[in-house]
């Protein structure tokens, strides 16, 4: 998720654990720090795009990870207040940057739950990477228990359950968009393998829809307030994740690439001196009328490009980060 939906968690946090923590100075700005840390790898790794999409998310943001950060930050903390038990502080930091884990969890970006042990993305479609009605419905309830002193506790402990249920209920409702949507396309007799619904900008309005049919991908949105089903979706070409594996070889980008995108999809020009193949990821595409005016003039965001000769061999390649990246990449190669 995005930072102000991290740091409003551990404010949150921090006010829900205030009635158990008397004794405690500076909990409040220790509590959004602890919410916060898991996102410190975005400091390592330089200038190197293929490092950020292997180990952004990942070791900080796991079950391991958070727990190291959680009792380094205790230890730190009890310099500051030496009458909070330590025991006691790491375990409000542990709760709180497990919930930065939840957060990143619940988007479709996700995050490698069981690092360093295993590099596995799990990623539960819960909400959008950015999502105001989440975030902002959050700020109020923290505005809410600042102003009403008597019921502080009681109004945070209610906005912690918010960053649960809010992405449980999303999870539920795209369940049922999926179904849906899958029986609308039998109606229709349009052939399909699967159906994927995930929630998308300006959710819970927008929705995308990922249907997979043979060696194609169809795109489409869902618009709660004006959509009536299955109409045009854009169709793209499914990449061959084993073909990207084997452009690693000459590359890793590549490889990284295939471990790292859920669906990509790519197309293709050809010349008299070769071929130039585009790759993108269905994550980080969208007929969203909203994300469509967004990226309307810009490229797309984790795109990867590769030229190559006639013999199939990478001579140039490039690479276009998301917004969370550091630095895009590309090179040539002998």
């Not at 004794?23 to 790898?41: G, I, N, T």
């Not at 159906?195 to 249907?211: E, N």
């Not at 043979?214 to 169709?235: C, E, H, M, Q």
């Not at 993108?280 to 000769?309: C, E, I, K, W």
Request: avoid cysteine; aromatic fraction near 14%; proline fraction near 6%.
């Amino acid at each position: 998720m995005d930072p102000v939906t991290h740091l409003s968690s551990g404010l949150m946090g921090g006010l829900a654990a205030r009635k158990w923590f008397p004794e405690a100075r500076y909990l409040l700005p220790f509590a959004v720090f602890a919410s916060w840390m898991p996102d410190a790898d975005i400091f390592f790794g330089g200038s190197d795009p293929e490092f950020d999409l292997l180990y952004h998310r990942g070791v900080s943001t796991s079950f391991f990870g958070a727990l190291v950060l959680a009792l380094v930050l205790a230890g730190i903390y009890k310099l500051v207040s030496r009458r909070t038990p330590y025991l006691k502080s790491a375990a409000l930091f542990y709760v709180l940057a497990l919930t930065h884990v939840w957060l990143d969890l619940i988007t479709t970006y996700g995050t490698q739950l069981l690092a360093p042990f295993s590099n596995h993305r799990f990623a539960l479609d819960g909400a959008f990477i950015i999502d105001p009605l989440f975030t902002l419905t959050a700020l109020a309830l923290i505005g809410a228990a600042l102003i009403a002193k008597r019921r502080r506790h009681l109004i945070a402990m209610i906005g912690m359950l918010w960053y649960f249920a809010y992405p449980l209920a999303n999870m539920a409702g795209g369940a049922l968009l999926q179904e849906l949507y899958a029986e609308e396309l039998i109606r229709k007799g349009v052939a399909h393998d699967k159906v994927h619904v995930t929630p998308d900008a300006l959710s819970p309005r927008y929705w995308k829809v990922v249907v997979t049919d043979g060696p194609d991908y169809l795109l489409d949105t869902i618009d709660l307030f004006g959509d009536d089903g299955p109409t045009a979706p854009l169709r793209v070409r499914r990449a061959d994740k084993a073909y990207l594996d084997e452009l690693g070889r000459q590359v890793s980008m590549f490889a990284t690439y295939a471990w790292f995108s859920k669906w990509p999809y790519y197309s293709e020009k050809t010349d008299g001196d070769g071929r130039t193949l585009v790759f993108h990821d269905l994550r980080f595409t969208s007929t969203n009328p909203v994300l469509a005016r967004f990226y309307s003039g810009h490229p797309l965001p984790f795109t990867l490009t590769a030229r190559l000769d006639p013999e199939g061999r990478i001579t140039a390649w490039s690479f276009e980060g998301g917004v969370s990246s550091r630095a895009d990449a590309g090179g040539r190669t002998q």
